[in-house]
């Protein structure tokens, strides 16, 4: 309990503008990794693939459209593909701004 109230008190609050200005601060205080291509063998019968990306450069706003289309992908050309005709358990695009 004292380690999830210790996180939750370094959250941002207030106002977008207070809150915009102390996610920058606490993203700033997150350290940087190398871009690097990284895997982990497992011997299991189930496997998992992701890949990410950046759309938009730091500070550019990212319309609404940007969702609509992660939906659209998720629920239909990933869902047709990857499910229905690969077989696969299923596919996900998620965007997060």
């Known amino acids: 309990q004292p380690a999830l109230e210790r996180f939750v008190s370094t959250l941002p609050e207030g106002d977008a503008e207070a809150t915009t200005s102390s996610l ?48 659209s992908l998720r629920t239909g050309y990933l869902w047709d593909n990857v499910r229905v005709i690969g077989g696969a358990y299923g596919g996900v695009c998620r965007f997060s701004p």
């Open 24 to 71: 920058e601060s606490w993203k700033s205080d997150m350290p940087t990794f190398a871009a690097s291509n990284e895997g982990f063998v497992v011997p299991t019968q189930v496997n998992y693939v992701g890949k990410g990306g950046r759309i938009y450069q730091p500070g550019e706003r990212a319309s609404g459209a940007t969702s609509v289309v992660a939906r």
